[in-house]
């Protein structure tokens, strides 16, 4: 019987969680050992298909949203009450990692499992949530539709997005099969815990398997279009060029200096585009996106202004003309309290000393904390890295982080 305060002797099967985190890498494996799950793709739609027959073999009911939003339902004792809810994502970067989202979706998984494997009812529905589009790279902004399912975006203009190639979201969505009926954010959550991969250093650092997750940092990203003049490489003297490139490259060094100088903030140039792009043509046209982030939104906000005055300086300098539009805009977060503290004592009741942590990384959780009481908990991953095939993590912090998902998912039934 399960204490009141959520404290129980339930625990997730570790093994088979790490059979499904190997399994489900399959769908977009890469050669180097990572996955290419863009979301939307043949591989989204087959990773999905098999999250739907897992969770019904779990006696799940499986519904979707019009975001493609996918819910795995397990009724509770009291089916009038809004659910108690966790997820993640299931897609991926081009050269992602196989835990990044993966490990909260599976972890979930996993606590379908062992409630259903210890005949534990709950008193409210517990739901696992698959999230679509959260990584943001073939359709940008990420957490996409967490985001229209939060009221942050409209359905409609996340529906018209295209890709780099001109592939409409909306088109997308229909050909692997999962635009659902149910109007996407008209699905009350009591409560949302998101178990992830730390993606930073820190709990490696300091020797610790789980972080109590107490916010995220606010982020802005821009799109800069640098115009000047292409030209031949042999015959236009140094003085004369409008190159667009050498000024891209000066505002990239630039932005560096500004992160620097609003530590701990980060600043970053991680797509870049120049035209014509030709070994003996002085480069006319560059594009590169800039994304910068802060835990505080007034520092985030002084950072942009520092940046792009040096860009443009950079620009009146070097004969070039600069175009930064904006395109995302996602202040600081600061998850419930209340939610905050069910991971703290769920971590510690499994024996572990919870680390407060804010995330340098944006996730689902971000909006979905503007919707419902939400947190999340850290895991550590291998040097901190991901976005990156190399991504990893032990089997023992993965289980960990699964049974402190399972203790914060029982406090807050209890609770709530
Ligand atoms: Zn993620």
């Known amino acids: 019987m399960t ?11 570790g093994e088979a969680l790490w059979t499904d985190l190997m399994e489900t890498a399959r769908f977009g494996g890469t050669p180097k050992g990572g996955i290419k799950r863009l979301t939307l793709t043949a591989e989204d739609r087959q990773v ?6 897992a969770c019904e073999d779990l006696g799940c009911a499986v519904s979707c949203d019009s975001m493609g939003n996918l819910f795995a339902r397990r009724p509770g004792r009291d089916d009038s009450l809004p659910p108690i809810t966790m997820g993640s994502h299931l897609d991926t970067q081009p050269t992602g990692g196989k835990f990044d989202g993966i490990l909260g979706v599976l972890g979930g998984l996993a606590v379908l499992r062992a409630l259903r494997e210890a005949g534990h009812v709950t008193r ?3 739901e696992l949530i698959n999230w679509t589009n959260e990584e943001g790279s073939r359709f940008t902004p990420p957490m996409m539709c967490s985001g229209v399912f939060a009221g942050v975006f409209t359905e409609q203009e996340v529906l018209d997005k295209r890709d780099r190639a001109g592939l409409r979201f909306g088109e997308e969505l229909e050909a692997i099969g999962y635009r659902g009926e149910e109007i996407c954010g008209r699905h009350p959550l009591a409560a949302y815990f998101e178990l992830h ?39 236009t003297p140094m003085p004369l060029r409008h190159d667009t490139l050498l ?9 560096a200096e500004v992160a620097r100088a609003h530590a701990p903030g980060v600043g970053t140039v991680g797509l870049i585009e120049n035209r014509p792009n030709s070994n003996n043509v002085v480069p006319g046209e560059t594009f590169f996106t800039v994304d910068i982030r802060h835990p505080d939104d007034g520092v985030v906000a002084a950072m942009e202004a520092a940046f792009q005055a040096r860009f443009r300086a950079i620009a009146e300098a070097g004969g070039v003309t600069l175009d930064i539009v904006p395109i995302w ?36 959780a ?12 850290f895991v550590p991953c291998k040097d901190g890295l991901s976005h990156n095939e190399e991504e990893s993590i032990t089997q023992a912090d993965a289980q960990a982080g699964a049974n402190v998902l399972l203790g914060a998912i029982l406090r807050a039934d209890a609770a709530f």
Not at 332 to 359: L, N, T
């Open 329 to 364: 805009d996602a202040p600081a977060v600061h998850f419930d309290p209340a939610c905050v503290a069910m991971v703290a004592d769920a971590a510690r009741e499994a024996g572990f000393d919870p680390r407060p942590i804010v995330s340098g990384p944006g996730h689902d």
């Open 3 to 13: 204490h009141a305060t959520g404290g129980s002797n339930l625990r997730v099967d």
């Open 366 to 377: 971000a909006y979905v904390a503007r919707v419902a009481p939400t947190a999340m908990i």
């Open 48 to 53: 999905r298909d098999w999250f739907v027959k």
């Open 124 to 126: 409210h529905p517990i």
């Open 247 to 255: 000024a891209s490259a000066r505002m990239i060094a630039a932005l």
């Open 197 to 235: 991969i730390e993606q930073g250093p820190i709990l490696e650092a300091e020797d610790r398997t789980i972080g109590a997750v107490a916010g995220v940092q606010g982020m802005r990203w821009y799109e800069v279009t640098v115009r000047g003049r292409d030209a031949h490489a042999g015959s």
